[in-house]
Nanobody
């Protein structure tokens, strides 16, 4: 049974940093690409970043390029999202996701950027 559990969200001031984690289980983590999405109130879910199974390739939404970094530790079955220079518009629920036979999602972790 695939499980994804996000953590690390919280309240941070503009310009601050947070590191999100997503612990995965129930599938062979090292064989699958992973993604981080976010959804702000009243907005559609947005793909923020993705990473290949080995971690050798990454992609980012234009809105976060140069500020966010996705990484993974296949030994710990965990994917991370390092978020720097946070802006109020980064406020959203953040989800990790994997597509194996189906799309699977975690429960999300809230990130609020506010002074």
């Amino acid at each position: 049974q695939v499980q994804l559990v996000e953590s690390g969200g919280g309240l941070v001031q503009p310009g601050g940093s947070l590191r999100l984690s997503c612990a995965a289980s129930g599938f062979t983590f090292s064989m699958y690409g992973m993604r981080w999405y976010r959804q702000a109130p009243g907005k559609e879910r947005e793909l923020v970043a993705s990473i290949t199974p080995t971690g050798g390739g990454t992609n980012y939404a234009d809105s976060v390029k140069g500020r966010f970094t996705i990484s993974r530790d296949n030994g710990k079955n965990t994917v991370y999202l390092q978020m720097n220079s946070l802006k109020p518009e980064d406020t959203a629920e953040y989800y990790c996701s994997v597509f194996t036979r189906y799309y699977y999602w975690g429960q999300g972790t809230q990130v609020t950027v506010s002074s």
